[in-house]
Nanobody, 123 residues
Framework: VQLQTSGGGLVQAGGSLRLSCAAS????????MGWFRQAPGKEREFVAG????????YYAVSVKGRFTISRDNAKNTVYLRMNSLKPEDTAVYYC?????????????????WGQGTLVTVSS
């Protein structure tokens, strides 16, 4: 399984970005997908998750209401729309494919990871 992440960059506080994660090599449409992030000196943390069908989504409290996870199974791609970005959102963002079809907050339930994309939010 390969996950190709893109869309990171430098943005001012209050701005928006959309991250994309294109999957290949596995039945994407039956896998739950998630986004995690890791800031310098911190543990990797859950950001958002989506079930195989897109019917269920979960968010970390810190991003709820600002970030939106979505997926297009026809394109084997999952997205993370990030609005109202804050300096504390600065991190490397990783997409991941879950072992099952459900959305999951638990890092150990994901078995494939993308390479990460850096998001930097300036104040």
């Amino acid at each position: 399984v390969q996950l190709q992440t893109s869309g990171g960059g430098l943005v001012q506080a209050g701005g928006s970005l959309r991250l994309s994660c294109a999957a290949s090599g596995r039945t994407f449409s039956t896998s739950g997908m998630g986004w995690f992030r890791q800031a310098p000196g911190k543990e990797r943390e859950f950001v958002a998750g989506i079930s195989w069908s897109g019917a269920s989504t979960y968010y970390a409290v810190s991003v709820k209401g600002r970030f939106t996870i979505s997926r297009d199974n026809a394109k084997n791609t999952v997205y993370l729309r990030m609005n109202s970005l804050k300096p504390e959102d600065t991190a490397v963002y990783y997409c991941a494919a879950a072992k099952s079809g459900i959305a999951n907050r638990v890092r150990s339930e994901y078995d494939y990871w993308g390479q990460g994309t850096l998001v930097t939010v300036s104040s």
